[in-house]
Protein backbone atom coordinates (compact mmCIF):
# COMPACT_ATOMS: atom_id res chain seq x y z
CA UNK A 1 0.00 0.00 0.00
CA UNK A 2 1.06 3.54 -0.32
CA UNK A 3 1.08 4.73 3.00
CA UNK A 4 3.57 2.42 3.40
CA UNK A 5 6.13 4.78 2.18
CA UNK A 6 5.08 8.10 4.11
CA UNK A 7 7.31 9.58 6.71
CA UNK A 8 9.24 8.73 9.16
CA UNK A 9 6.79 6.60 11.67
CA UNK A 10 6.52 4.28 8.70
CA UNK A 11 10.04 3.07 10.11
CA UNK A 12 8.63 2.58 13.09
CA UNK A 13 5.51 0.39 11.76
CA UNK A 14 7.88 -1.68 10.09
CA UNK A 15 10.45 -2.53 12.83
CA UNK A 16 7.47 -3.24 15.15
CA UNK A 17 6.42 -5.68 12.75
CA UNK A 18 9.33 -7.57 12.48
CA UNK A 19 8.97 -7.51 16.67
CA UNK A 20 12.22 -4.87 17.05
CA UNK A 21 9.86 -2.87 19.83
CA UNK A 22 12.57 -1.16 21.92
CA UNK A 23 12.90 1.90 19.45
CA UNK A 24 15.42 4.55 21.36
CA UNK A 25 13.88 7.67 22.06
CA UNK A 26 14.14 10.85 19.56
CA UNK A 27 16.79 13.52 21.30
CA UNK A 28 16.11 17.08 21.01
CA UNK A 29 19.12 18.10 18.97
CA UNK A 30 19.62 19.98 15.45
CA UNK A 31 21.82 18.05 13.10
CA UNK A 32 21.90 20.53 10.34
CA UNK A 33 23.83 21.59 7.54
CA UNK A 34 24.16 24.78 5.27
CA UNK A 35 23.39 24.32 1.47
CA UNK A 36 24.97 27.42 -0.90
CA UNK A 37 25.72 27.46 -4.69
CA UNK A 38 29.01 28.58 -3.93
CA UNK A 39 32.20 25.91 -4.56
CA UNK A 40 29.76 22.70 -4.56
CA UNK A 41 26.82 20.94 -6.93
CA UNK A 42 24.58 20.57 -3.93
CA UNK A 43 21.99 22.42 -5.52
CA UNK A 44 23.17 22.29 -9.34
CA UNK A 45 20.49 21.25 -10.90
CA UNK A 46 16.67 19.79 -9.63
CA UNK A 47 18.53 16.22 -9.76
CA UNK A 48 21.06 16.90 -7.37
CA UNK A 49 18.51 18.81 -5.20
CA UNK A 50 16.68 15.85 -4.76
CA UNK A 51 19.70 13.41 -4.74
CA UNK A 52 21.57 15.95 -1.94
CA UNK A 53 18.59 15.80 0.33
CA UNK A 54 17.85 12.19 0.17
CA UNK A 55 21.56 11.85 1.03
CA UNK A 56 21.43 14.50 4.33
CA UNK A 57 18.28 12.65 5.49
CA UNK A 58 19.84 9.01 5.07
CA UNK A 59 23.48 10.14 7.00
CA UNK A 60 20.86 11.50 9.86
CA UNK A 61 20.54 15.28 9.92
CA UNK A 62 17.11 16.89 10.15
CA UNK A 63 17.54 20.48 9.15
CA UNK A 64 18.52 22.09 6.34
CA UNK A 65 19.83 26.19 5.70
CA UNK A 66 19.04 26.95 2.21
CA UNK A 67 20.52 29.87 0.62
CA UNK A 68 17.96 32.53 -0.65
CA UNK A 69 19.71 35.90 -1.03
CA UNK A 70 23.03 36.03 -2.30
CA UNK A 71 25.29 38.23 -4.01
CA UNK A 72 22.76 41.13 -4.59
CA UNK A 73 19.48 38.13 -5.80
CA UNK A 74 17.42 36.37 -4.45
CA UNK A 75 16.99 32.35 -5.32
CA UNK A 76 13.46 32.33 -5.86
CA UNK A 77 10.94 35.35 -8.01
CA UNK A 78 10.88 37.72 -6.08
CA UNK A 79 7.79 40.82 -6.80
CA UNK A 80 9.83 42.73 -4.01
CA UNK A 81 13.01 42.73 -5.54
CA UNK A 82 12.15 43.35 -9.17
CA UNK A 83 10.54 46.92 -7.73
CA UNK A 84 13.60 47.69 -6.23
CA UNK A 85 16.26 46.77 -8.75
CA UNK A 86 14.39 45.83 -12.21
CA UNK A 87 14.68 41.92 -11.93
CA UNK A 88 12.99 39.35 -9.64
CA UNK A 89 15.70 36.98 -9.33
CA UNK A 90 19.42 35.67 -10.02
CA UNK A 91 19.71 35.81 -13.52
CA UNK A 92 20.77 33.06 -15.47
CA UNK A 93 24.44 33.18 -16.91
CA UNK A 94 27.95 34.77 -15.91
CA UNK A 95 26.88 38.19 -15.30
CA UNK A 96 26.13 37.87 -11.69
CA UNK A 97 28.71 35.18 -11.02
CA UNK A 98 31.49 35.65 -8.63
CA UNK A 99 34.77 33.60 -7.84
CA UNK A 100 33.96 30.49 -6.83
CA UNK A 101 30.52 29.83 -8.13
CA UNK A 102 29.29 27.37 -9.69
CA UNK A 103 26.89 27.32 -12.56
CA UNK A 104 23.51 26.07 -11.24
CA UNK A 105 22.39 24.30 -14.44
CA UNK A 106 20.62 24.59 -17.59
CA UNK A 107 17.36 25.59 -15.23
CA UNK A 108 19.13 28.52 -13.87
CA UNK A 109 16.24 31.10 -13.12
CA UNK A 110 14.10 28.21 -11.11
CA UNK A 111 12.83 28.39 -7.99
CA UNK A 112 16.02 27.43 -6.52
CA UNK A 113 13.48 28.18 -2.58
CA UNK A 114 10.49 25.98 -3.40
CA UNK A 115 12.91 23.47 -5.17
CA UNK A 116 14.89 22.84 -2.44
CA UNK A 117 12.02 23.32 0.33
CA UNK A 118 10.13 20.54 -1.25
CA UNK A 119 12.91 18.07 -1.55
CA UNK A 120 14.09 18.77 2.30
CA UNK A 121 10.41 18.09 3.20
CA UNK A 122 9.59 15.68 0.99
CA UNK A 123 12.63 14.10 3.13
CA UNK A 124 11.31 14.85 6.60
CA UNK A 125 13.95 17.41 6.72
CA UNK A 126 13.11 20.83 7.99
CA UNK A 127 13.49 23.69 5.55
CA UNK A 128 15.14 26.86 6.75
CA UNK A 129 15.30 29.94 4.02
CA UNK A 130 19.02 31.43 4.89
CA UNK A 131 18.97 35.29 3.57
CA UNK A 132 22.69 34.45 3.10
CA UNK A 133 23.90 38.09 2.14
CA UNK A 134 22.02 40.24 4.45
CA UNK A 135 23.08 43.64 3.93
CA UNK A 136 26.20 42.68 2.03
CA UNK A 137 25.26 43.61 -1.53
CA UNK A 138 28.11 42.04 -4.16
CA UNK A 139 32.05 41.02 -4.61
CA UNK A 140 34.01 43.97 -4.81
CA UNK A 141 34.36 42.73 -8.58
CA UNK A 142 30.93 42.38 -9.17
CA UNK A 143 28.53 45.23 -10.53
CA UNK A 144 25.15 43.50 -10.18
CA UNK A 145 21.94 45.40 -10.40
CA UNK A 146 21.84 46.50 -7.15
CA UNK A 147 25.23 48.00 -6.95
CA UNK A 148 24.27 49.77 -10.19
CA UNK A 149 20.52 50.96 -9.12
CA UNK A 150 21.48 51.89 -5.49
CA UNK A 151 24.36 53.61 -5.13
CA UNK A 152 23.42 56.21 -2.07
CA UNK A 153 22.15 52.60 -0.21
CA UNK A 154 25.84 51.79 0.05
CA UNK A 155 27.92 52.17 2.86
CA UNK A 156 31.47 54.02 2.96
CA UNK A 157 34.70 54.32 5.18
CA UNK A 158 35.90 57.76 6.07
CA UNK A 159 37.80 58.23 2.46
CA UNK A 160 34.57 57.52 1.06
CA UNK A 161 35.20 53.84 -0.74
CA UNK A 162 32.60 51.34 -0.83
CA UNK A 163 34.83 48.13 -0.65
CA UNK A 164 34.64 46.77 3.07
CA UNK A 165 37.81 45.05 4.52
CA UNK A 166 36.37 41.72 3.23
CA UNK A 167 36.40 42.83 -0.39
CA UNK A 168 32.37 43.02 -0.43
CA UNK A 169 30.52 46.07 -1.34
CA UNK A 170 27.57 46.58 1.55
CA UNK A 171 24.61 48.15 1.85
CA UNK A 172 23.90 50.61 4.95
CA UNK A 173 22.42 49.08 7.68
CA UNK A 174 21.29 52.30 9.23
CA UNK A 175 19.75 53.37 5.51
CA UNK A 176 15.81 52.62 5.41
CA UNK A 177 15.36 51.54 2.22
CA UNK A 178 18.28 49.13 2.93
CA UNK A 179 16.68 48.28 6.06
CA UNK A 180 13.05 47.49 3.91
CA UNK A 181 14.64 45.39 1.27
CA UNK A 182 15.92 42.92 3.38
CA UNK A 183 12.79 42.60 5.98
CA UNK A 184 10.66 42.45 2.86
CA UNK A 185 12.70 39.88 1.01
CA UNK A 186 12.39 37.59 3.95
CA UNK A 187 8.44 38.25 4.26
CA UNK A 188 7.92 37.66 0.95
CA UNK A 189 9.60 34.27 1.63
CA UNK A 190 7.62 33.52 4.36
CA UNK A 191 4.40 34.43 2.72
CA UNK A 192 4.88 32.14 -0.60
CA UNK A 193 6.85 29.13 0.91
CA UNK A 194 5.84 26.73 3.85
CA UNK A 195 8.75 27.49 5.60
CA UNK A 196 9.85 25.50 9.17
CA UNK A 197 11.99 29.08 9.79
CA UNK A 198 14.26 31.92 8.83
CA UNK A 199 17.97 33.02 9.00
CA UNK A 200 20.11 35.82 9.44
CA UNK A 201 24.24 35.24 9.70
CA UNK A 202 27.31 37.54 9.90
CA UNK A 203 26.12 39.58 7.32
CA UNK A 204 23.22 42.00 9.64
CA UNK A 205 26.27 43.84 10.88
CA UNK A 206 27.79 47.31 10.16
CA UNK A 207 30.26 46.41 7.17
CA UNK A 208 32.98 46.76 9.23
CA UNK A 209 34.36 48.90 12.09
CA UNK A 210 36.06 51.74 9.75
CA UNK A 211 32.85 51.86 7.65
CA UNK A 212 29.11 54.27 8.58
CA UNK A 213 30.94 57.43 6.97
CA UNK A 214 28.48 57.55 3.79
CA UNK A 215 26.52 60.82 3.64
CA UNK A 216 23.12 59.34 4.56
CA UNK A 217 24.89 57.81 8.30
CA UNK A 218 26.55 61.24 8.79
CA UNK A 219 23.52 63.18 7.95
CA UNK A 220 21.22 61.18 10.78
CA UNK A 221 24.04 60.98 13.10
CA UNK A 222 24.21 65.18 12.85
CA UNK A 223 20.40 65.47 13.68
CA UNK A 224 21.01 63.38 16.54
CA UNK A 225 24.35 65.29 17.88
CA UNK A 226 23.56 68.78 17.20
CA UNK A 227 25.09 69.48 13.80
CA UNK A 228 28.22 67.48 14.63
CA UNK A 229 30.23 64.92 12.06
CA UNK A 230 31.11 61.59 13.42
CA UNK A 231 34.36 61.31 15.21
CA UNK A 232 37.20 60.90 12.51
CA UNK A 233 38.46 57.80 15.06
CA UNK A 234 36.52 54.59 13.77
CA UNK A 235 37.22 53.33 17.33
CA UNK A 236 36.03 56.23 19.67
CA UNK A 237 33.76 54.27 21.95
CA UNK A 238 30.69 56.09 22.14
CA UNK A 239 30.74 56.87 17.98
CA UNK A 240 31.09 52.41 17.72
CA UNK A 241 28.25 52.02 20.20
CA UNK A 242 25.98 54.82 18.29
CA UNK A 243 26.27 52.48 15.29
CA UNK A 244 26.00 49.24 17.41
CA UNK A 245 22.28 50.16 18.73
CA UNK A 246 21.36 50.83 15.28
CA UNK A 247 22.10 47.63 14.18
CA UNK A 248 20.16 46.31 17.24
CA UNK A 249 16.93 48.67 16.82
CA UNK A 250 16.98 46.97 12.86
CA UNK A 251 17.40 43.33 14.16
CA UNK A 252 14.79 44.10 17.13
CA UNK A 253 12.48 45.25 14.13
CA UNK A 254 12.69 42.12 11.92
CA UNK A 255 12.46 39.73 14.62
CA UNK A 256 9.08 41.47 15.70
CA UNK A 257 7.86 41.94 11.99
CA UNK A 258 8.67 38.28 11.29
CA UNK A 259 6.95 36.77 14.08
CA UNK A 260 3.72 38.98 13.18
CA UNK A 261 3.31 37.60 10.22
CA UNK A 262 4.11 33.88 11.61
CA UNK A 263 4.87 33.06 14.98
CA UNK A 264 5.57 29.37 15.06
CA UNK A 265 8.73 30.04 12.59
CA UNK A 266 11.79 29.08 13.80
CA UNK A 267 13.95 32.76 13.81
CA UNK A 268 17.49 32.55 13.49
CA UNK A 269 20.54 34.13 13.71
CA UNK A 270 24.37 32.56 12.67
CA UNK A 271 26.79 35.55 13.72
CA UNK A 272 30.70 35.17 13.81
CA UNK A 273 31.89 34.64 17.24
CA UNK A 274 32.20 36.75 20.17
CA UNK A 275 34.15 39.31 20.95
CA UNK A 276 35.56 39.58 17.42
CA UNK A 277 31.60 39.98 15.75
CA UNK A 278 32.46 43.07 18.39
CA UNK A 279 35.75 44.26 17.53
CA UNK A 280 35.16 43.95 13.89
CA UNK A 281 31.24 44.37 12.77
CA UNK A 282 30.16 46.31 16.04
CA UNK A 283 27.61 43.34 16.91
CA UNK A 284 27.35 42.57 20.46
CA UNK A 285 24.88 39.55 19.56
CA UNK A 286 25.27 37.62 23.36
CA UNK A 287 23.73 40.47 24.48
CA UNK A 288 20.66 39.45 21.77
CA UNK A 289 20.13 36.48 23.37
CA UNK A 290 18.61 38.19 26.53
CA UNK A 291 16.00 40.63 24.75
CA UNK A 292 13.32 40.64 26.82
CA UNK A 293 10.13 42.74 27.33
CA UNK A 294 11.86 46.01 27.93
CA UNK A 295 13.51 45.64 24.66
CA UNK A 296 10.73 45.45 22.80
CA UNK A 297 9.86 48.44 19.72
CA UNK A 298 6.32 49.85 20.40
CA UNK A 299 6.70 52.94 17.69
CA UNK A 300 8.04 53.38 14.44
CA UNK A 301 9.28 51.57 12.49
CA UNK A 302 7.37 49.02 13.59
CA UNK A 303 4.03 48.51 10.89
CA UNK A 304 1.39 46.71 12.66
CA UNK A 305 -0.11 46.35 16.02
CA UNK A 306 0.20 42.83 16.23
CA UNK A 307 4.36 43.20 15.58
CA UNK A 308 4.00 45.70 18.57
CA UNK A 309 3.11 42.80 20.59
CA UNK A 310 5.78 40.76 19.73
CA UNK A 311 9.04 40.13 22.27
CA UNK A 312 12.39 40.13 19.64
CA UNK A 313 13.47 36.60 20.56
CA UNK A 314 15.72 34.41 18.43
CA UNK A 315 14.79 30.52 18.80
CA UNK A 316 18.57 29.30 17.83
CA UNK A 317 22.17 31.60 17.70
CA UNK A 318 24.43 29.77 16.06
CA UNK A 319 27.78 31.32 16.26
CA UNK A 320 29.93 30.31 13.64
CA UNK A 321 33.15 28.70 15.58
CA UNK A 322 34.84 27.58 12.62
CA UNK A 323 38.20 26.62 13.58
CA UNK A 324 41.38 24.16 12.65
CA UNK A 325 41.98 22.02 15.22
CA UNK A 326 39.53 20.93 18.18
CA UNK A 327 41.83 22.83 21.04
CA UNK A 328 40.92 26.20 19.23
CA UNK A 329 37.09 25.05 18.64
CA UNK A 330 36.79 24.28 22.78
CA UNK A 331 38.36 27.08 23.71
CA UNK A 332 36.30 29.23 20.79
CA UNK A 333 33.02 27.29 21.84
CA UNK A 334 33.06 27.75 25.69
CA UNK A 335 33.96 31.48 25.35
CA UNK A 336 30.54 31.46 22.97
CA UNK A 337 28.73 29.50 26.02
CA UNK A 338 30.29 31.91 28.97
CA UNK A 339 28.75 35.15 27.22
CA UNK A 340 25.50 33.99 26.74
CA UNK A 341 25.61 32.82 30.16
CA UNK A 342 27.02 36.44 31.47
CA UNK A 343 24.13 38.14 29.61
CA UNK A 344 21.88 35.87 32.57
CA UNK A 345 18.87 34.45 30.28
CA UNK A 346 21.36 31.72 29.16
CA UNK A 347 19.26 28.22 27.79
CA UNK A 348 21.02 25.73 26.45
CA UNK A 349 18.82 24.41 23.66
CA UNK A 350 18.88 28.32 22.19
CA UNK A 351 22.60 27.44 21.59
CA UNK A 352 23.30 26.01 18.48
CA UNK A 353 27.31 25.26 17.25
CA UNK A 354 28.22 26.30 13.87
CA UNK A 355 31.15 24.02 13.31
CA UNK A 356 33.45 23.75 10.42
CA UNK A 357 34.02 20.88 7.91
CA UNK A 358 35.84 22.41 4.92
CA UNK A 359 36.46 25.87 3.84
CA UNK A 360 39.51 28.54 3.73
CA UNK A 361 42.41 26.24 4.76
CA UNK A 362 42.79 22.33 5.27
CA UNK A 363 39.84 20.10 5.74
CA UNK A 364 38.81 19.07 9.36
CA UNK A 365 39.69 16.01 10.68
CA UNK A 366 37.36 13.30 11.54
CA UNK A 367 38.63 13.19 15.29
CA UNK A 368 38.26 16.74 15.58
CA UNK A 369 34.84 17.07 13.99
CA UNK A 370 33.88 13.69 16.73
CA UNK A 371 35.21 15.79 19.79
CA UNK A 372 33.46 19.32 18.65
CA UNK A 373 30.17 17.59 18.61
CA UNK A 374 30.83 15.42 21.51
CA UNK A 375 31.37 18.62 23.59
CA UNK A 376 28.22 20.63 22.82
CA UNK A 377 26.34 17.44 23.17
CA UNK A 378 28.13 17.18 27.18
CA UNK A 379 27.21 20.74 27.52
CA UNK A 380 23.16 19.93 26.90
CA UNK A 381 22.95 22.65 23.88
CA UNK A 382 21.04 22.95 21.17
CA UNK A 383 22.93 20.54 18.45
CA UNK A 384 25.17 21.72 15.49
CA UNK A 385 25.29 22.83 12.35
CA UNK A 386 27.86 22.10 9.78
CA UNK A 387 29.95 24.18 7.08
CA UNK A 388 29.08 22.87 4.73
CA UNK A 389 27.21 20.53 2.96
CA UNK A 390 29.96 19.59 0.76
CA UNK A 391 31.92 18.30 4.01
CA UNK A 392 28.56 16.32 4.88
CA UNK A 393 28.46 14.59 1.56
CA UNK A 394 31.89 13.65 0.12
CA UNK A 395 33.95 13.68 3.52
CA UNK A 396 32.18 12.73 6.50
CA UNK A 397 29.43 11.08 5.26
CA UNK A 398 29.45 7.41 6.43
CA UNK A 399 31.61 8.40 9.57
CA UNK A 400 28.49 10.85 10.62
CA UNK A 401 25.65 8.60 9.60
CA UNK A 402 27.65 5.83 12.10
CA UNK A 403 27.85 8.68 14.72
CA UNK A 404 24.27 9.94 14.61
CA UNK A 405 23.33 6.30 14.01
CA UNK A 406 24.64 5.11 17.14
CA UNK A 407 23.29 8.30 19.32
CA UNK A 408 19.26 7.28 17.70
CA UNK A 409 17.15 9.71 16.17
CA UNK A 410 16.75 13.23 16.73
CA UNK A 411 14.45 16.17 15.77
CA UNK A 412 14.46 19.77 16.56
CA UNK A 413 14.47 21.33 19.78
CA UNK A 414 11.56 23.84 18.33
CA UNK A 415 9.08 21.18 16.81
CA UNK A 416 7.24 17.97 18.22
CA UNK A 417 8.78 14.90 16.48
CA UNK A 418 7.40 14.02 13.66
CA UNK A 419 6.73 17.85 12.43
CA UNK A 420 7.84 17.10 9.20
CA UNK A 421 6.88 13.16 7.85
CA UNK A 422 7.95 13.22 4.64
CA UNK A 423 6.12 12.62 1.23
CA UNK A 424 3.01 10.73 0.96
CA UNK A 425 2.90 9.10 -2.55
CA UNK A 426 -0.48 8.47 -3.98
CA UNK A 427 -0.99 5.61 -6.65
CA UNK A 428 -2.80 6.79 -10.16
CA UNK A 429 -5.74 4.66 -10.88
CA UNK A 430 -5.59 2.97 -13.81
CA UNK A 431 -9.24 1.82 -14.25
CA UNK A 432 -9.79 5.46 -13.91
CA UNK A 433 -9.79 6.33 -17.71
CA UNK A 434 -8.29 4.80 -21.18
CA UNK A 435 -5.76 8.23 -21.57
CA UNK A 436 -2.14 6.81 -21.87
CA UNK A 437 -0.02 8.31 -18.65
CA UNK A 438 1.29 11.91 -19.10
CA UNK A 439 -2.22 12.60 -21.34
CA UNK A 440 -3.45 16.30 -19.96
CA UNK A 441 -6.91 14.60 -18.77
CA UNK A 442 -7.94 13.88 -15.30
CA UNK A 443 -6.52 11.13 -13.32
CA UNK A 444 -7.61 9.46 -10.01
CA UNK A 445 -4.89 9.04 -7.58
CA UNK A 446 -5.68 8.00 -4.10
CA UNK A 447 -4.31 6.62 -1.04
CA UNK A 448 -6.17 3.91 1.20
CA UNK A 449 -5.09 6.05 4.53
CA UNK A 450 -4.39 9.84 4.90
CA UNK A 451 -3.85 10.61 8.47
CA UNK A 452 -6.13 14.05 9.19
CA UNK A 453 -4.52 16.94 8.11
CA UNK A 454 -3.97 19.94 5.06
CA UNK A 455 -1.42 18.91 2.67
CA UNK A 456 0.52 20.21 -0.72
CA UNK A 457 -0.15 18.57 -3.16
CA UNK A 458 2.52 18.34 -5.62
CA UNK A 459 2.92 16.28 -8.86
CA UNK A 460 6.15 15.71 -11.56
CA UNK A 461 5.79 15.49 -14.67
CA UNK A 462 7.76 13.37 -17.66
CA UNK A 463 9.30 16.37 -19.34
CA UNK A 464 9.99 19.17 -16.96
CA UNK A 465 12.46 18.58 -13.76
CA UNK A 466 11.58 19.57 -10.00
CA UNK A 467 8.28 18.83 -8.58
CA UNK A 468 5.09 21.27 -8.95
CA UNK A 469 2.95 22.53 -6.37
CA UNK A 470 -1.10 21.58 -7.92
CA UNK A 471 -3.18 22.44 -5.23
CA UNK A 472 -4.31 22.10 -1.75
CA UNK A 473 -5.85 19.82 0.38
CA UNK A 474 -7.77 19.44 3.57
CA UNK A 475 -8.13 15.99 4.82
CA UNK A 476 -10.79 16.26 7.49
CA UNK A 477 -10.17 12.89 9.36
CA UNK A 478 -7.93 9.99 8.94
CA UNK A 479 -9.25 7.32 6.10
CA UNK A 480 -8.81 6.93 2.49
CA UNK A 481 -8.30 10.01 -0.30
CA UNK A 482 -9.06 10.26 -3.71
CA UNK A 483 -8.21 13.49 -6.24
CA UNK A 484 -9.01 13.72 -9.44
CA UNK A 485 -5.86 15.79 -11.48
CA UNK A 486 -5.17 16.83 -14.87
CA UNK A 487 -2.06 18.03 -16.13
CA UNK A 488 -0.38 14.41 -16.83
CA UNK A 489 1.31 13.85 -14.11
CA UNK A 490 3.80 10.65 -13.77
CA UNK A 491 4.21 11.16 -9.72
CA UNK A 492 1.67 12.95 -7.20
CA UNK A 493 2.85 13.51 -3.92
CA UNK A 494 1.25 15.26 -0.82
CA UNK A 495 3.56 16.93 1.62
CA UNK A 496 2.26 18.41 4.94
CA UNK A 497 1.18 21.78 4.87
CA UNK A 498 2.37 23.56 8.40
CA UNK A 499 1.71 27.34 7.17
CA UNK A 500 -1.59 27.14 9.20
CA UNK A 501 0.36 25.46 12.20
CA UNK A 502 2.86 27.99 12.48
CA UNK A 503 0.43 30.57 13.41
CA UNK A 504 0.67 29.45 16.97
CA UNK A 505 3.56 30.62 18.78
CA UNK A 506 5.71 28.76 20.51
CA UNK A 507 6.68 29.74 23.88
CA UNK A 508 10.67 30.02 24.07
CA UNK A 509 12.12 27.58 26.05
CA UNK A 510 8.89 25.20 25.56
CA UNK A 511 8.98 21.62 24.96
CA UNK A 512 8.23 21.41 21.34
CA UNK A 513 5.13 21.59 20.21
CA UNK A 514 3.24 23.69 23.28
CA UNK A 515 2.08 26.76 22.61
CA UNK A 516 1.43 29.52 24.87
Not at 79 to 108: D, K, M, N
Not at 326 to 349: C, D, H, I, N, S
Amino acid sequence: MAWWRSGLGVWALLLCALGCVHLQPSRAQVRGTWLTTTANDALATPEHTARTMQRLREIGLNTVYIEAWKNGYTQFPSEVLRRAIGVSQRPAGPQQAQAGSVPVGPHAERDLLHEAVTEAHRNGLLAIAWFEYGFMAAHQATLNHLRQAKPDWLSRNLQGHEVAPNGFVWLNPLHPQARELLLDLVLEAVDRYDLDGVQLDDRIVWPHVTMGYDAYTRGVYAAEHQGAQPPVDHLDPAWMRWRASKVDEYARWFVQEVRARRPGLVVSLSPAVYPWSWDHHLLDWPRWTAWAEADRLSGLPVRSEQARRMVPHWDEVIPQAYRLNYAAFEKTWLEQTAAVQARGAYRPAQLVAGIRIVGDGPDSSWDQLQRSMELVERLGQGGHVLWFSRGVLDLYAQELQGWYRQRGPAHSPRFAVGWRPGAWPLMRNASAGSAPLGAATDALWSTEHLPAGRYRVVGRRPTAPGWQDIQSVDQPQTGPAALALAGGWDQVELLVDRRDAMGASLRPGAPAGRVR
